[in-house]
């Protein structure tokens, strides 16, 4: 059983930092692709982040770009995103996401086979 757990999620003042975890188990993570999705209330999962199975490689959405930060651990079947210079615009639920089957970077929520539940981000103005 695949399972995608997060943790770290919060409520913080606007400029302020929080630091996601997502820790995997159930298949193997080295050969996933991961990724970070946000859904705020009445809007579409957004793709925030994704990074490449060994790390190498990275994506960002153009609004996070300079201030978030992906990053994996294979030993740890961890991958963490660091949120710096948080805005209001950025409260949501935040979920991971590991690509599998086909091993992308991409932000469609299509490209991932599975799903954490969530961790709620608040940043207050």
């Known amino acids: 059983q695949v399972q995608l757990v997060e943790s770290g999620g919060g409520l913080v003042q606007a400029g302020g930092s929080l630091s996601l975890s997502c820790v995997v188990s159930g298949i193997t993570f080295s050969r996933c692709a991961m990724g970070w999705f946000r859904q705020a209330p009445g809007k579409e999962r957004e793709f925030v982040a994704a990074i490449s199975r060994t790390g190498g490689n990275s994506r960002y959405a153009e609004v996070v770009k300079g201030r978030f930060t992906i990053s994996r651990d294979n030993a740890k079947s961890t991958v963490t995103l660091q949120m710096n210079g948080l805005k209001p615009d950025d409260a949501a639920v935040y979920y991971c996401?590991?690509?599998?089957?086909?091993?992308?970077?991409?932000?469609?929520?299509?490209?991932?086979?599975?799903w954490g539940q969530g961790t709620q981000v608040g940043v207050s103005s």
């Open positions: 996401a590991a690509s599998y089957s086909r091993p992308s970077l991409g932000g469609a929520p299509a490209a991932y086979d599975y």
